[in-house]
């Protein structure tokens, strides 16, 4: 009487489970076949207490019996739908495999204690030796998606814990039952301990569809760690080998025994192999084999496992990506055997810093990570990120030389107020290191919402419309007399909070999101308002260049020659005194569309030159396709030619290039007088550098301009 309500309480439930509109296709068809289970089930009960108030004793197997076996099929099919996570068809094939070894480990049992005896009964009727004996086939069947279950999902929630044990429950009931009654004779009568059990099942059913009508998914929850089932094929296989033994307690040990124990022998000896080669195979796959590191497949599977783990009682996770500065050279430099050995140096550093809980690992190349799984505090990812910052900065012994490598890294924190997937917390790191690299390296940064690079790129843009915006003069001289021949556009970022920045802070990223081609366009419109203003006012500025930088997303625009063409309309500044400075980057292997803009620009009279020569890889074949006027050499080549020979050899040299290709020279970088005076005597003739004037704004620069009118020293 008892199982009757519960009973109709569990098809009560699974149906409304059914009927939820936010259950997924997949799961909805899975609690569809369990709720025909479940019918089924109740109309067996309503058939029971049927036969029970019914006169006489009901043969076997009678409806009801048909009844309680007949849900069992609709179970399996249910219980082996629910969805789980999608897995490759090795990982399934092995899971199959998996499951049919812990079937046919019970099978071994069932075989002996059931089914065999039944099939072997003497004078039985046969449709009730067919139906005993399919009751057991028809647990294996429910013991295989049982199986099934707990192998597939390392992290089974309540709802399937609880359905779990039902069907666990059920077939130790069946089985004990049959057992009692083949091997012992023993028919227990309702109310006794194996209907106390079925009960029991029966309630974990109901717990089960209860559970899930008030929780959103079927996942475990992620503040616990339940023990992985993988173990279950080897208790199969263990249990078979002794129900053989048990067997065989009776035959001689040279006949049966010898065999028996030769056969354990064999498949533990398999079993530990295969144990063994899966270990070095898991190893393998986790481990990076030139530092020992843990490899990148590890470190995701660290940070999925952490981020699933929410943080409370203000404590705090956090993941450091890592990437070395100046790596790059020392490989192309010095080969790669000393670039392996900077890594395995990197790979010592970061094992000296971590604690034992944390996990370092390489994620290809140069590039590293740091899982930080339990933390007090955003200080202490902080601390972190700093001693390794002081680790990578000592130098690495390689031979006889001294390799010295920096690292930038970025730092993000996952903690109760932060997003919990794990991809986005390797972006939001991945942003900061970023960052790092772009604030000079050598340093870390930690992640916040205003380091994404839309939220900058918005930001960036905004500040071209606020007029947060501005440009900086700086002149260019005559290095014989000192005379102001032009002036270069430089532009910097009045920040509303963090104060002037200069171009380092912002133009690497205004390049990658493309916020540099608005900024670009201002500057230059900017200058040119500026630099006309002056030559209507000042005599002196009429025969004033304008320099002006144009980075690689502007003169890749098809729209460029318009662009400026406009610019200069209607600032009313004259084409043939402005230069457009290209980096060497952007000139580098230039396609016929660039040829084409350059040259149709040219052809205005607009001037363009070669900023920073010498300091990329460029061949000295785009001397000769682009339609260049000016050569201006880096500053690196000019800072030592008063004391290094050979800085002076090379400076020269770059000198005496431009005057082969007809170009006019102008030296960047000019701090000293003794600078000054060696670029004279190489034949340099223009230049710029804080020894003449340091960048200024424009009403300075006008300042200036006054003074020569008036001639007062500027």
Request: aromatic share 6%; proline share 5%; hydrophobic share 50%.
């Amino acid at each position: 009487m008892t199982r009757l309500p519960m009973a109709v309480l569990t098809v009560v439930l699974g149906g409304r489970l059914i009927l939820r509109d936010d259950l997924e296709a997949g799961e909805r068809r899975s609690w569809v076949l369990l709720g025909m289970a479940f019918v089924v089930g109740l109309s067996a009960h309503v058939v029971s207490l049927a036969q029970a108030l019914t006169p006489g004793s009901a043969p076997f197997p009678a409806v009801a019996d048909y009844l309680y076996a007949a849900p069992i099929p609709a179970m399996v099919a249910g219980v082996m739908l629910l969805p789980t996570a999608v897995r490759s068809r090795a990982e399934r094939r092995k899971l199959l495999i998996d499951s049919l070894i812990v079937v046919a480990g019970a099978c071994t049992a069932l075989w002996y204690l059931e089914i065999a005896p039944l099939l072997q009964t003497p004078g039985a009727d046969f449709e009730a030796i067919a139906f005993a004996a399919t009751v057991p086939v028809l647990d294996l069947l429910l013991l295989f998606a049982l199986a099934t279950l707990v192998l597939c999902r390392p992290n089974l929630g309540l709802v399937l814990r609880l359905l779990a044990a039902s069907i666990l429950l059920k077939v130790v009931t069946d089985t004990t039952y049959i057992m009692a009654i083949v091997q012992f004779d023993v028919v227990y009568a309702p109310g006794s301990w194996p209907f106390l059990l079925w009960v029991t099942a029966d309630f974990l059913v109901l717990l089960s569809a209860h559970h899930r009508l008030q929780h959103d998914d079927l996942r475990g929850s992620a503040r616990r760690t339940y023990p992985s089932f993988g173990w279950l094929p080897y208790v199969a296989i263990a249990l078979a080998y002794g129900m053989l033994v048990f067997v065989a307690r009776r035959e001689s040990l040279y006949a049966l025994g010898g065999m028996i124990l030769g056969a354990m022998v064999l498949t533990g000896l398999v079993i530990v192999r295969q144990v063994i080669v899966q270990r070095e195979s898991h190893r393998m796959a986790v481990t990076d084999s030139l530092t020992g590191l843990s490899s990148r497949a590890r470190i995701n599977e660290r940070v999925a496992e952490m981020t699933r783990q929410p943080a409370h009682d203000g404590r705090c996770k956090a993941v450091l990506l890592i990437d070395l500065d100046h790596f790059k050279p020392i490989n192309d430099t010095y080969g790669h055997e000393a670039g392996d050995a900077v890594l395995k140096a990197v790979a010592t550093s970061m094992r000296s810093v971590i604690r034992s809980g944390d996990t370092a690992g390489r994620l290809g190349g140069d590039e590293f990570a740091v899982v930080l799984p339990d933390l007090p505090g955003r200080e202490a990812a902080e601390a972190v990120a700093r001693r390794l910052v002081e680790a990578f900065s000592t130098p690495v012994i390689f031979g006889d030389l001294l390799l010295n490598v920096e690292a930038s890294i970025g730092v993000a924190i996952h903690d109760e107020s932060t997003v919990s997937q794990p991809e986005r917390l390797l972006a939001h790191a991945d942003v900061a290191m970023y960052v790092a690299k772009r604030t000079g390296r050598g340093t870390f940064c930690l992640y916040t919402p205003e380091l994404d690079p839309r939220a900058q790129d918005a930001e960036l843009r905004r500040a071209v419309a606020n007029d947060e915006m501005v440009v900086h003069f700086q002149p260019v001289v005559r290095l014989t007399d000192g005379h102001e021949v032009g002036v270069e556009a430089l532009v910097r970022w009045n920040h509303p909070t963090r104060g002037l920045l200069m171009p380092g802070a912002f133009i690497e990223l205004a390049e990658e999101t493309g916020a540099v081609v608005p900024i670009g366009e201002w500057v230059l419109r900017e200058a040119c308002r500026q630099a006309a203003l002056w030559r209507q006012t000042y005599p002196q500025a009429q025969h004033l260049t304008l320099s002006v930088n144009l980075s690689v997303r502007q003169v890749t625009r098809a729209d460029l020659e318009s662009t400026i063409a406009d610019i200069l309309a209607e600032t009313g500044f004259p084409a043939d005194h402005l230069v457009l400075e290209l980096t060497e980057s952007v000139v580098l292997e230039p396609d016929e569309a660039t040829v084409a803009r350059m040259a149709a620009l040219r052809s205005r009279g607009v001037g363009i030159a070669i900023d920073d020569f010498g300091t990329g890889y460029a061949a000295l074949s785009y001397l000769r396709s682009l339609p260049v006027t000016v050569l201006k050499i880096d500053r690196s080549f000019v800072a030592g030619i008063d004391t290094d020979a050979d800085a002076w050899a090379v400076t020269e040299a770059l000198v005496h290039l431009a005057e082969a290709f007809s170009l006019r020279v102008v030296a960047e970088g000019i701090e000293t007088a003794e600078q000054a005076t060696c670029l004279r005597g190489m034949g340099c003739e223009f230049g710029q550098g804080y020894h003449y004037a340091r960048p200024m704004t424009g009403a300075a620069f006008a300042q200036r301009l006054e003074a020569v009118r008036l001639g007062l020293p500027s």
